[in-house]
Protein backbone atom coordinates (compact mmCIF):
# COMPACT_ATOMS: atom_id res chain seq x y z
CA UNK A 1 0.00 0.00 0.00
CA UNK A 2 0.85 3.79 -0.33
CA UNK A 3 0.24 6.69 1.50
CA UNK A 4 1.66 10.14 1.62
CA UNK A 5 1.39 12.38 4.47
CA UNK A 6 2.22 16.51 3.70
CA UNK A 7 2.89 18.24 7.30
CA UNK A 8 1.29 21.33 8.07
CA UNK A 9 -2.31 21.68 6.54
CA UNK A 10 -1.16 25.33 5.92
CA UNK A 11 2.08 27.10 5.38
CA UNK A 12 2.10 31.55 5.55
CA UNK A 13 5.50 32.79 3.66
CA UNK A 14 6.39 36.47 3.16
CA UNK A 15 6.85 37.54 -0.56
CA UNK A 16 9.74 37.02 -1.79
CA UNK A 17 10.77 34.52 1.42
CA UNK A 18 11.66 30.69 1.02
CA UNK A 19 8.77 28.51 0.54
CA UNK A 20 9.20 24.58 1.41
CA UNK A 21 5.85 22.31 1.48
CA UNK A 22 7.00 18.91 3.39
CA UNK A 23 5.87 15.73 1.92
CA UNK A 24 6.69 12.31 3.50
CA UNK A 25 5.76 8.93 1.37
CA UNK A 26 5.67 5.18 2.41
CA UNK A 27 5.42 2.72 -0.43
CA UNK A 28 6.58 -0.76 -0.70
CA UNK A 29 7.92 -0.23 -4.10
CA UNK A 30 9.99 1.96 -6.14
CA UNK A 31 7.73 5.15 -5.60
CA UNK A 32 6.96 7.84 -9.02
CA UNK A 33 6.15 11.01 -7.57
CA UNK A 34 4.78 14.47 -7.73
CA UNK A 35 3.58 17.43 -6.82
CA UNK A 36 0.14 19.29 -7.89
CA UNK A 37 -0.98 22.41 -7.28
CA UNK A 38 -5.13 23.58 -7.45
CA UNK A 39 -5.96 27.33 -7.38
CA UNK A 40 -9.70 27.47 -5.94
CA UNK A 41 -12.02 25.55 -7.77
CA UNK A 42 -9.99 24.39 -10.60
CA UNK A 43 -8.38 21.18 -11.53
CA UNK A 44 -4.82 19.79 -10.53
CA UNK A 45 -2.01 21.18 -12.68
CA UNK A 46 1.42 19.12 -12.51
CA UNK A 47 4.01 21.16 -10.97
CA UNK A 48 6.82 18.25 -11.30
CA UNK A 49 7.46 14.40 -10.82
CA UNK A 50 10.09 11.99 -10.14
CA UNK A 51 9.99 8.74 -11.92
CA UNK A 52 13.78 8.05 -12.12
CA UNK A 53 16.91 9.37 -12.44
CA UNK A 54 18.24 12.37 -10.91
CA UNK A 55 16.61 13.40 -7.30
CA UNK A 56 16.18 16.67 -8.00
CA UNK A 57 13.91 16.98 -10.36
CA UNK A 58 13.15 20.81 -11.33
CA UNK A 59 9.45 21.77 -12.27
CA UNK A 60 7.43 24.96 -13.34
CA UNK A 61 7.01 28.54 -11.98
CA UNK A 62 10.55 28.16 -10.29
CA UNK A 63 9.80 25.33 -8.04
CA UNK A 64 11.66 21.90 -7.76
CA UNK A 65 12.23 18.65 -5.22
CA UNK A 66 13.95 16.35 -4.21
CA UNK A 67 13.60 13.01 -4.07
CA UNK A 68 15.32 11.41 -0.73
CA UNK A 69 14.90 7.96 -0.44
CA UNK A 70 16.95 7.46 3.18
CA UNK A 71 14.11 10.00 4.31
CA UNK A 72 11.72 8.22 2.27
CA UNK A 73 10.53 12.47 1.63
CA UNK A 74 9.93 14.53 -1.41
CA UNK A 75 9.52 18.25 -0.09
CA UNK A 76 8.55 21.21 -2.46
CA UNK A 77 10.84 23.82 -2.39
CA UNK A 78 10.89 27.63 -4.11
CA UNK A 79 13.51 30.25 -3.16
CA UNK A 80 10.98 33.13 -3.45
CA UNK A 81 7.82 33.47 -2.92
CA UNK A 82 5.57 35.24 -5.29
CA UNK A 83 2.17 36.43 -4.66
CA UNK A 84 -0.08 34.16 -7.19
CA UNK A 85 1.76 31.06 -5.48
CA UNK A 86 -0.86 31.13 -3.11
CA UNK A 87 -2.78 27.92 -3.91
CA UNK A 88 -3.36 24.83 -2.86
CA UNK A 89 -0.70 21.82 -3.27
CA UNK A 90 -0.36 18.71 -2.89
CA UNK A 91 1.81 15.81 -3.27
CA UNK A 92 1.17 12.62 -4.66
CA UNK A 93 2.61 8.79 -5.25
CA UNK A 94 2.29 6.56 -7.83
CA UNK A 95 3.31 2.55 -8.40
CA UNK A 96 4.57 3.34 -11.95
CA UNK A 97 4.98 6.73 -13.81
CA UNK A 98 1.46 7.55 -13.98
CA UNK A 99 -0.80 4.78 -15.82
CA UNK A 100 -2.04 3.85 -12.06
CA UNK A 101 -4.34 5.97 -9.86
CA UNK A 102 -2.44 8.49 -7.66
CA UNK A 103 -2.88 8.51 -3.84
CA UNK A 104 -3.02 12.19 -2.60
CA UNK A 105 -1.74 13.65 0.89
CA UNK A 106 -4.04 15.58 2.30
CA UNK A 107 -2.86 18.98 1.20
CA UNK A 108 -0.85 22.13 1.80
CA UNK A 109 -2.88 26.08 1.18
CA UNK A 110 -0.11 28.35 0.99
CA UNK A 111 -0.68 31.65 1.63
CA UNK A 112 1.57 34.22 0.62
CA UNK A 113 1.79 38.14 2.53
CA UNK A 114 2.56 41.32 1.22
CA UNK B 1 0.06 19.33 -23.72
CA UNK B 2 -3.09 17.08 -23.62
CA UNK B 3 -6.29 18.69 -22.72
CA UNK B 4 -9.13 17.41 -20.29
CA UNK B 5 -12.30 18.65 -20.30
CA UNK B 6 -15.12 18.23 -17.79
CA UNK B 7 -18.86 19.42 -18.32
CA UNK B 8 -20.69 20.79 -16.28
CA UNK B 9 -18.34 22.62 -14.46
CA UNK B 10 -21.14 23.51 -11.55
CA UNK B 11 -24.47 21.90 -11.13
CA UNK B 12 -26.92 22.41 -8.44
CA UNK B 13 -30.03 19.95 -8.08
CA UNK B 14 -32.62 19.13 -6.25
CA UNK B 15 -32.20 15.83 -3.99
CA UNK B 16 -33.51 13.00 -5.47
CA UNK B 17 -32.30 13.46 -8.98
CA UNK B 18 -29.69 12.02 -11.40
CA UNK B 19 -26.77 14.10 -12.58
CA UNK B 20 -24.37 13.68 -15.72
CA UNK B 21 -21.24 14.51 -15.55
CA UNK B 22 -19.25 14.35 -18.52
CA UNK B 23 -15.43 13.73 -18.87
CA UNK B 24 -13.67 13.91 -22.66
CA UNK B 25 -9.94 13.76 -23.62
CA UNK B 26 -9.68 16.75 -26.39
CA UNK B 27 -6.43 15.75 -28.49
CA UNK B 28 -5.72 12.66 -27.04
CA UNK B 29 -7.38 8.60 -27.12
CA UNK B 30 -7.77 7.95 -23.59
CA UNK B 31 -8.14 4.08 -23.07
CA UNK B 32 -8.15 4.36 -18.80
CA UNK B 33 -9.79 7.27 -16.56
CA UNK B 34 -10.17 7.66 -13.57
CA UNK B 35 -12.93 9.47 -11.12
CA UNK B 36 -11.74 11.34 -8.19
CA UNK B 37 -13.58 12.98 -5.18
CA UNK B 38 -13.12 16.16 -3.43
CA UNK B 39 -14.69 17.00 -0.26
CA UNK B 40 -13.90 20.53 0.72
CA UNK B 41 -10.52 20.93 2.35
CA UNK B 42 -9.95 17.93 2.09
CA UNK B 43 -7.89 15.47 -0.98
CA UNK B 44 -9.25 14.13 -3.70
CA UNK B 45 -9.95 10.28 -3.47
CA UNK B 46 -10.15 7.16 -5.77
CA UNK B 47 -13.59 6.92 -6.69
CA UNK B 48 -13.37 4.66 -9.43
CA UNK B 49 -11.41 3.30 -13.09
CA UNK B 50 -13.09 3.66 -15.88
CA UNK B 51 -11.58 1.63 -19.08
CA UNK B 52 -13.05 1.71 -22.27
CA UNK B 53 -15.34 -0.85 -23.79
CA UNK B 54 -15.63 -2.42 -20.32
CA UNK B 55 -17.00 -2.21 -16.77
CA UNK B 56 -15.47 0.24 -14.35
CA UNK B 57 -13.27 -0.50 -11.45
CA UNK B 58 -14.82 1.00 -8.18
CA UNK B 59 -12.54 1.45 -5.01
CA UNK B 60 -14.08 -0.09 -1.45
CA UNK B 61 -16.62 1.94 -0.37
CA UNK B 62 -17.91 3.12 -2.90
CA UNK B 63 -21.51 2.09 -4.11
CA UNK B 64 -21.10 1.30 -8.19
CA UNK B 65 -25.50 1.43 -8.50
CA UNK B 66 -25.11 5.45 -7.20
CA UNK B 67 -22.01 6.48 -9.06
CA UNK B 68 -22.34 4.76 -12.92
CA UNK B 69 -19.73 5.20 -15.11
CA UNK B 70 -19.24 4.52 -18.57
CA UNK B 71 -16.41 5.10 -21.33
CA UNK B 72 -18.27 4.50 -24.61
CA UNK B 73 -15.45 5.67 -26.32
CA UNK B 74 -12.05 6.24 -26.51
CA UNK B 75 -12.43 10.19 -25.65
CA UNK B 76 -15.45 9.89 -23.32
CA UNK B 77 -16.34 8.91 -19.98
CA UNK B 78 -19.31 9.87 -17.73
CA UNK B 79 -20.15 9.36 -14.03
CA UNK B 80 -23.76 9.75 -13.33
CA UNK B 81 -24.63 10.55 -9.88
CA UNK B 82 -28.26 8.68 -9.41
CA UNK B 83 -30.91 9.53 -6.42
CA UNK B 84 -28.21 12.40 -5.48
CA UNK B 85 -28.44 13.31 -2.03
CA UNK B 86 -26.64 16.54 -0.03
CA UNK B 87 -24.12 13.91 0.89
CA UNK B 88 -22.88 13.73 -2.60
CA UNK B 89 -22.25 17.12 -2.94
CA UNK B 90 -18.63 17.55 -3.67
CA UNK B 91 -15.91 18.64 -6.23
CA UNK B 92 -15.84 15.96 -8.69
CA UNK B 93 -12.40 15.10 -10.91
CA UNK B 94 -11.48 13.11 -13.42
CA UNK B 95 -8.42 12.28 -15.15
CA UNK B 96 -7.05 10.52 -18.30
CA UNK B 97 -4.20 8.64 -19.41
CA UNK B 98 -3.10 8.19 -22.94
CA UNK B 99 -3.11 4.65 -24.53
CA UNK B 100 0.20 4.56 -25.23
CA UNK B 101 1.03 4.23 -21.73
CA UNK B 102 2.43 7.76 -21.05
CA UNK B 103 3.94 8.90 -18.13
CA UNK B 104 1.23 11.20 -17.07
CA UNK B 105 -2.33 11.53 -15.80
CA UNK B 106 -4.16 14.36 -17.51
CA UNK B 107 -6.58 15.95 -14.79
CA UNK B 108 -9.82 18.18 -15.86
CA UNK B 109 -10.89 21.26 -14.23
CA UNK B 110 -13.36 19.46 -12.13
CA UNK B 111 -17.00 19.42 -11.91
CA UNK B 112 -18.44 21.00 -8.33
CA UNK B 113 -22.22 19.27 -7.55
CA UNK B 114 -24.14 21.11 -5.35
CA UNK B 115 -27.41 18.68 -4.00
CA UNK B 116 -30.07 20.88 -2.09
Known amino acids: AQSVTQLGSHVSVSEGALVLLRCNYSSSVPPYLFWYVQYPNQGLQLLLK??????LVKGINGFEAEFKKSETSFHLTKPSAHMSDAAEYFCAVSRNSGNTPLVFGKGTRLSVIA | GAVVSQHPSWVICKSGTSVKIECRSLDFQATTMFWYRQFPKQSLMLMATSNEGSKATYEQGVEKDKFLINHASLTLSTLTVTSAHPEDSSFYIC????????????FGPGTRLTVL
Open chain 1, 50 to 55: YTTGAT
Open chain 2, 95 to 106: SAITGTGGNEQF
